[in-house]
Each structure stands twice: as structure tokens, then as C-alpha cells.
């Protein structure tokens, strides 16, 4: 199918969506409502069309009476300027009509399960994962998300083993998509009493928060654990077993939670975190065979393997995947994270461009 065959039918299911929710009968019940979005969805793709096209025929309006401007110099010299005006849009409305067409990603706006663990590095490695864990949550709060922790493993001198956390809010996954990877850090460790610069490493899991309707779990297919829950060091945080591993048995994955004194509660978090990651598990087998190329995975926290490189000593925050480069560590730690993510953006956005033509 060509580009302009592609545009025509979608102008005429637009059209066919006008009439369909304009009838009596179609007020209320589902199909009013998959009706709807379908409407809202195609409307800006064809008011970008619908200005492509009238730029189009504009030029050819104008091309003819330059041409019927028979010994009208001044005429023919106004409509050829309006002509080259227009000439320079149509590259931009172009664009537009394309980006609009790219597919859309069905999880980028859903909540999203945020996963921060220690790698490589120690002691200093689950500090950095706290830093990172933080800056998060700054970033949330600076878009107006809610930021609920699910759940921390500390060390015993304030780092993070282990952070987890359901991000709520308008279009969250699609903001925090790009921070899955190895997070590297260069900096004199706290610990370090002979001022020597340490590489340390920290992952980050995004996943797009499942609905039940998006993942069916099977109840025979989980091993449920209970547990006296524990803090650092051993210390009891509660005498009543209400922490909860949930094991998925098909796929072996572990889910545990502790951090509420309610079994209940315990079992509910670590359900939404299994089904984030039962959810996203298919999302990139999905991937796989339709031979994407979006990263899915972390790796394994090995130094190495780093999407971004926090050095403080330069003051400086690099994006290995965009080559950008900002001195403004500070402000990144502490949730500014825009120009990053839409820098990400940005650049997934053109390469999926590329990939249509």
C-alpha cells in the first residue's frame, strides 16, 4: 500500500467514525466508547493530512493564476512569493503526517513499576542506587506523579540493595521508558579517606504497571511463601509472618514483599510488581520477533554495560546512547531530567522514522 493510499483510508474511517457516533443509537455502552478513542485518536492524524493536502492544492491554485497572469508582472510576482512560502511548509507538514503515523507505543501511557538495584561497586554502588532511587522520585514529583514505594532493601549506612516503586500519573511510562539500563557513577566514596575516584554501578528496571485485563495469571501456576518479616542485621520488623514470595512456576520468577504488617496488603504489591514483569517479559518477546530493536533489558550491572555516566567530579551527566553530554549534574540528581528524556525521544523517534522509509 502506498503513503497516499494509507492517508485515504484513514481520512475515510474518519469519516465513517463521524457518522457512526453522529446516530441515535450509538449513545453509551462500549462501542460508543472504543468508538470514541478510535475518533480521538485518527483526528489529529487527519487535521495534519487535511493541512498537507491543503497546502498542496493552495500551490496549485496558485501556480495557475501565475500562469493565466498574462502581462500581469506584480500578480505573477505575489502569487510565485506565496508559492515559495508555501513550498517551504510542506517538508514540516510532512513530518508531521509521518511522526503521526509512526506506531504507538500501547504502553506509553500506562503507570509504571520502577526497579533500582546496586551492581557492580559495594558499599558505594547501593548508596548511588539510593541517589538514583531519589532522583526518581524528584522527577515525579516535578510532573505532579505519585511516587509509592513498594518496597527497600537498605544497607546499614542509608544504601539501597534493592528499591522499588509504582509511578502514577498522565503518560508516566513514556517519560521513564528510556532509564532502563546500567547507570554508572564516578566519585570519591564517602568511605574513601585517601580521596581516590571510584566506578561504581547501579540497574534500573522500567515496567510498564499491567492491568489485569493485560496479563491472566493462573492461581495453580503460583507458589505463594509467608514468611516473619526482618529488617537490617536480622532485627524483627514484625512476630506475625506477613511477609509474602510469590514464585510464577512457568517462569520462575520471585517476587517478594515485607514492607507493610498486612499479609494482605504484602500480597497485593507483589502481584502488581509479578504482572508488571509477566507483562513487560511479553512485550519484548513481541519485540523480538518483529525484530525491534527498543531495549529491554538491563543487563547484568557489570560496569560495562552503561547507558549513562554519572561523573562528579566534572559536574557532568553522559548519555552513551545519544552521545549528549550536560554540566548540570546537580540539577539531574535532583529530578531535572527533561532535556535527557526528551533528547531520548527525540532520537527514538527518528530512528523509527528512518525505519518507514
Known amino acids: 500500500m502506498s503513503l497516499e493510499e494509507k492517508l485515504e483510508g484513514i481520512v475515510a474511517r474518519h469519516q465513517e467514525l463521524v457518522a457512526a457516533l453522529g446516530r441515535p443509537e450509538a449513545a453509551g455502552g462500549e462501542d460508543f466508547v472504543r468508538l470514541s478513542k478510535e475518533y480521538a485518536d485518527l483526528s489529529p492524524v487527519v487535521e495534519a493530512i487535511q493541512a498537507l493536502r491543503g497546502a498542496v492544492a493552495e500551490i496549485e491554485d496558485l501556480r495557475g493564476l501565475a500562469d493565466d497572469a498574462e502581462g500581469e508582472a506584480e500578480v505573477r510576482a505575489l502569487a510565485e512569493e506565496e508559492i515559495r512560502g508555501l513550498m517551504e511548509n510542506i517538508p514540516g507538514l510532512e513530518e508531521r503526517v509521518r511522526v503521526l503515523l509512526l506506531p504507538r507505543d500501547e504502553a506509553d501511557e500506562k503507570n509504571a513499576i520502577l526497579e533500582v538495584r546496586a551492581g557492580t561497586g559495594g558499599e558505594e554502588a547501593a548508596l548511588f542506587a539510593a541517589d538514583l532511587f531519589r532522583m526518581y522520585q524528584r522527577f515525579a514529583e516535578s510532573h505532579g506523579w505519585r511516587f509509592e514505594t513498594m518496597g527497600i532493601s537498605e544497607t546499614g549506612i542509608g544504601g539501597y540493595k534493592e528499591a522499588a516503586a509504582r509511578v502514577t500519573g498522565r503518560g508516566v511510562f513514556a517519560r521513564l521508558k528510556f532509564e532502563s539500563g546500567v547507570h554508572r557513577v564516578q566519585r570519591v566514596p564517602e568511605t574513601e579517606s585517601g580521596?581516590?575516584?571510584?566506578?561504581?554501578?547501579?540497574?534500573?528496571?522500567?515496567?510498564?504497571e499491567a492491568e489485569e485485563v493485560d496479563v491472566i495469571i493462573d492461581d495453580n501456576d503460583l507458589r505463594i511463601d509467608v514468611y516473619r518479616a526482618s529488617g537490617p542485621g536480622g532485627q524483627s520488623v514484625n512476630t506475625t509472618d506477613s511477609a509474602v514470595r510469590i514464585t510464577h512456576v512457568p517462569t520462575g520468577l520471585v517476587v517478594t514483599q515485607q514492607d507493610e504488617k498486612s499479609q494482605h496488603k504484602n500480597k497485593a504489591k507483589a502481584m502488581t510488581i509479578l504482572r508488571a514483569r509477566?507483562?513487560?517479559?511479553?512485550?519484548?518477546?513481541?519485540?523480538?520477533?518483529?525484530?525491534?530493536?527498543?531495549?529491554?533489558?538491563?543487563?547484568?550491572?557489570?560496569?560495562?554495560?552503561?547507558?549513562?555516566?554519572?561523573?562528579?567530579?566534572?559536574?557532568?551527566?553522559?548519555?552513551?546512547?545519544?552521545?549528549?553530554?550536560?554540566?548540570?549534574?546537580?540539577?539531574?540528581?535532583?529530578?531535572?531530567?527533561d532535556e535527557l528524556v526528551d533528547a531520548l525521544a527525540a532520537e527514538d523517534q527518528a530512528a523509527r522514522l528512518a525505519a518507514m522509509t
Open 195 to 208: 580521596g581516590r575516584v571510584h566506578t561504581s554501578a547501579a540497574t534500573v528496571a522500567v515496567l510498564p
Open 278 to 337: 509477566l507483562y513487560d517479559a511479553e512485550r519484548a518477546r513481541r519485540d523480538a520477533e518483529r525484530a525491534e530493536t527498543r531495549r529491554s533489558q538491563v543487563g547484568s550491572g557489570d560496569r560495562s554495560q552503561r547507558i549513562r555516566t554519572y561523573n562528579f567530579p566534572q559536574g557532568r551527566v553522559t548519555d552513551h546512547r545519544i552521545g549528549l553530554t550536560l554540566h548540570k549534574l546537580d540539577r539531574t540528581m535532583d529530578g531535572d531530567l
